[in-house]
C-alpha cells in the first residue's frame, strides 16, 4: 500500500473515533444552547403504556447528595438525568435541574443525577459538588436496579413513572420550562 493510502487510512479512524467520542464526550452538543429545542423521543403511546418491562427497585436507592429527601424506586415520578463531568452541555443544564429540583421539593416528583461516568460513590459525589449539583445522584452501578437504557448521548434525561416505567427519553439540554410543559402533556400532576 502507497503511503497516501495509509495516510487516508489514519484520518479515516482518527475521523471516526473523534465522531465516537463526540457523541458522549464533552462537544456532544457544542451549539445547542438551554433555550433551543432537544430531541424528545416517547418510548410508549400516550396512554403511558411502556415498551420497555418494568423493573422495580428495593425500596430505597442511595443517596449521595447533600441533604436531599431519600431516593424512592417506588411510588414516586422520577426525572433522571445522566451527566458527565466531560459533557459542556451538561453543566450548562445543571442550574436549570437544582431549580426544577428546589420546586418540587414538595411534590411526588424527584429529580435525580447519574454520574455516567464509571466513578465511585465517593467520586461521585465530589463530582457533583464540583459542577454545583443540588439534587440527588447516583452512580452508574447504584441506577442499574432501575433498569433504565444506557444513554447513547449526553445529556440525556428519562421521565419514569412510580412503577419504574420509562415514559420519556429526553436527548439534549433541557430547561426547566422543557419539563414541566411535558409533565404537563403527560399529565404528572406537579
Given at each position: 500500500m502507497s503511503p497516501l493510502r495509509y495516510t487516508?487510512?489514519?484520518?479515516?479512524i482518527t475521523g471516526v473515533s473523534l465522531v465516537g467520542f463526540t457523541v458522549i464526550g464533552s462537544d456532544a452538543l457544542p451549539n445547542q444552547m438551554p433555550d433551543q429545542a432537544s430531541s424528545q423521543v416517547p418510548t410508549h403511546a400516550p396512554t403511558h403504556a411502556s415498551t420497555h418491562a418494568s423493573t422495580h427497585a428495593s425500596t430505597h436507592a442511595p443517596n449521595i447528595a447533600p441533604n436531599p429527601r431519600p431516593i424512592e424506586a417506588l411510588g414516586s415520578w422520577k426525572i433522571i438525568n445522566y451527566w458527565s463531568t466531560t459533557c459542556a452541555p451538561c453543566r450548562i443544564e445543571i442550574p436549570e435541574l437544582n431549580l426544577?429540583?428546589?420546586?418540587l421539593a414538595a411534590s411526588n416528583i424527584q429529580v435525580l443525577g447519574v454520574n455516567f461516568d464509571e466513578d465511585d460513590r465517593k467520586t461521585t459525589l465530589r463530582l457533583a459538588r464540583r459542577l454545583g449539583i443540588e439534587f440527588p445522584t447516583l452512580n452508574l452501578s447504584e441506577v442499574e436496579a432501575l433498569g433504565l437504557p444506557a444513554p447513547s448521548a449526553l445529556p440525556t434525561t428519562y421521565i419514569v413513572s412510580p412503577t419504574n416505567e420509562v415514559l420519556t427519553k429526553l436527548v439534549g439540554i433541557q430547561?426547566?420550562?422543557s419539563i414541566y410543559t411535558l409533565l404537563t402533556e403527560l399529565a404528572i400532576p406537579h
Open positions: 487516508i487510512i489514519a484520518l479515516l426544577l429540583f428546589d420546586e430547561t426547566k420550562a
